[in-house]
Nanobody, 117 residues
C-alpha cells in the first residue's frame, strides 16, 4: 500500500517561498499511471487541488495557482516536491500529498502551513 508523508516548515512569512516534501513509500513515483498531487484545505474551506505530477513527469496546475506554484520530483529519492512563492496569509492551509491510480487514492496526513509575519 502506498504511504505518503508530507513535511515542511510550518510557519512562513508573507512574500517568502514555501517548499514542501512528500516522501513516498510502498510504491514508485514512476509507476505507470500513477499521479501525484498536492491539495490544500484552508481553515473553514473545502479542498483545493493545486497541481499534479504524473508518472512520466508531466505536470498540471490549477490555473489560479500556476503562476507561482511548481511541482517536481526526485526519482532516486521517491519524493515529490511543492514549491510556492510570493506567499500570502490566505495561503494558510493544511497541505496534503495525494496519490491516485485507477481510482485508488491515497493521502498523506497533511502538514499545516501558516503564513504570518
Amino acid at each position: 500500500q502506498v504511504q505518503l508523508q508530507e513535511s515542511g516548515p510550518g510557519l512562513v512569512k508573507p512574500s517568502q517561498t514555501l517548499s514542501l516534501t512528500c516522501t513516498v513509500s510502498g510504491g514508485s513515483i514512476t509507476t505507470t499511471y500513477y499521479y501525484w498531487s498536492w491539495i490544500r484545505q484552508p481553515p473553514g474551506k473545502g479542498l483545493e487541488w493545486m497541481g499534479t505530477i504524473a508518472y512520466d513527469g508531466s505536470t498540471y496546475y490549477s490555473p489560479s495557482l500556476k503562476s507561482h506554484t511548481s511541482i517536481s520530483r526526485d526519482n532516486a529519492k521517491n519524493t515529490v516536491y511543492l514549491q510556492m512563492n510570493s506567499l500570502k496569509p490566505e495561503d494558510t492551509a493544511v497541505y496534503y500529498c495525494n496519490s491516485n491510480s485507477g481510482g485508488r487514492s491515497y493521502w498523506g496526513q497533511g502538514t499545516q502551513v501558516t503564513v504570518s509575519s
